[in-house]
T-cell receptor, first 114, second 113 residues
Framework: DGGITQSPKYLFRKEGQNVTLSCEQN?????MYWYRQDPGQGLRLIYY???????QKGDIAEGYSVSREKKESFPLTVTSAQKNPTAFYLC?????????????FGEGSRLTVL | GQQLNQSPQSMFIQEGEDVSMNCTSS?????WLWYKQDPGEGPVLLIA?????ELTSNGRLTAQFGITRKDSFLNISASIPSDVGIYFC?????????????FGQGTILTVHP
């Protein structure tokens, strides 16, 4: 079945460590996104990529980095520069032929910094 | 950035009751979206509204795009336990990327059997 796979589902990290969250999609979508979710807040955009080898900062990009070397993959690195990294991270993609605004989300990765 | 105000923040209802939630924005937009997030999963699009005044239904769900283009509401009729989750309104934040959305804070819905 087509979809978006995020891994790991749960991740614990010590302060000062970088961590990379994986996002893979087999929907043949060009555009991919990373959102962050905190309790009581809506989702906030971290980075997005509309095409391979290109990406743009979202509203809260500081302390994060991404790459888009393949159409199927859009990994997110949470660096030690991110001051409050504990959150639920959601990867999403959108097809050019789909409804406007219809994002397909993965199941998320919950990062906890100890 | 764009401000979206969603209310209520949470609702506790009995199975069978109707539910209503709404969102307002500080600016005019051309598209309103409603997503639902089940516990531990990613959100899923429920309804998309593209025209001021548009009223759209999806089963027991009904959503409307306000005439002023600054608000939208979502109604759920005859709630059932599987309606539990977080409901988000969202707008397209602009530019050419149709997945670049601004989300409301969410309404947490709890349904008691």
């Amino acid at each position: 079945d087509g979809g978006i796979t995020q891994s790991p589902k749960y991740l614990f990290r010590k302060e000062g460590q970088n961590v990379t969250l994986s996002c893979e999609q087999n929907l043949n979508h060009d555009a991919m996104y990373w959102y962050r979710q905190d309790p009581g807040q809506g989702l906030r955009l971290i980075y997005y990529s509309q095409i391979v080898n290109d990406f743009q900062k979202g509203d809260i990009a500081e302390g994060y980095s991404v790459s888009r070397e393949k159409k199927e993959s859009f990994p997110l690195t949470v660096t030690s520069a991110q001051k409050n990294p504990t959150a639920f991270y959601l990867c999403a993609s959108i097809g050019s032929r789909g409804k406007t605004g219809e994002l397909f989300f993965g199941e998320g990765s919950r990062l906890t910094v100890l | 950035g764009q401000q979206l105000n969603q209310s209520p923040q949470s609702m506790f209802i009995q199975e069978g009751e109707d539910v209503s939630m709404n969102c307002t924005s500080s600016s005019i937009f051309n598209t309103w979206l409603w997503y639902k997030q089940d516990p531990g999963e990613g959100p899923v699009l429920l309804i998309a509204l593209y025209k001021a005044g548009e009223l759209t239904s999806n089963g027991r769900l009904t959503a409307q795009f306000g005439i002023t283009r600054k608000d939208s509401f979502l109604n759920i009729s005859a709630s059932i336990p599987s309606d539990v989750g977080i409901y988000f309104c969202a707008l397209i934040a602009g530019g050419t990327s149709y997945g670049k959305l601004t989300f409301g804070q969410g309404t947490i819905l709890t349904v008691h059997p």
